[in-house]
């Protein structure tokens, strides 16, 4: 597995190994991937939700996002969260589902949320092979400010590519319970 990742100033980190949940790193294996089995659909401080390429997916994406945040009790940090949840969803429909419309094949894009100490995880995994790359942020423009916004919220970003092609781009939120 192929894996990048960028430290809160857009940095490039050379190692993630302590910064990538090892639930994380196991999203990228499978194609399509299995969240159920790299995680465990049942697990406390897991959630995970499919995405598709609909006029209302913001709004379905960020109050799954505020619904699990509330669950899970999250005393500061759930309207970044939602943030990073909303940016990293929106580049998956975008650039991988477009066009997609009505499928309903299953496994095509997903988020999940992770739970960790003092942190929410948040990671969307892809059928695209094509690598995140934040774009230069252009005053009058109305788009490409997502990974910069990701990178502003979070302590950490990155991605990892599978063998098999699938994309998991993540970023670790601080949050706190």
């Not at 910064?19 to 399509?32: M, R």
């Not at 897991?46 to 209302?56: R, Y």
Request: hydrophobic share 40%; aromatic share 6%.
């Amino acid at each position: 597995m192929i894996t990048h990742g960028y430290g809160p100033s857009g940095e490039k980190l050379a190692d993630l190994a302590g910064l990538i949940p090892h639930e994380i790193g196991n999203l990228a294996l499978s194609n399509p991937p299995d969240w159920g089995l790299a995680l465990g659909v049942s697990a406390a401080g897991f959630a995970a939700k499919s995405l598709k390429a609909e006029e209302t997916s913001g709004v379905r994406v960020r109050g799954f996002t505020r619904t699990v945040m509330d669950r899970w009790g999250v005393a500061a940090g759930e309207e970044a969260v939602v943030a990073v949840a909303w940016e990293l969803a929106a580049n998956a429909i975008q650039h991988t589902l477009r066009g997609q419309g009505d499928s309903d094949l299953p496994g095509r894009a997903w988020l999940g949320l992770v739970r960790r100490e003092e942190a929410v995880v948040c990671a969307v995994t892809d059928c695209s092979s094509v690598p995140p790359i934040p774009q230069t942020l252009e005053p009058m423009s109305g788009h490409g400010r997502g990974l910069y916004l990701v990178d502003r919220l979070s302590s950490h970003w990155g991605w990892s590519q599978s063998p098999s092609g699938t994309k998991t781009v993540w970023a670790r939120v601080p949050a706190t319970w």
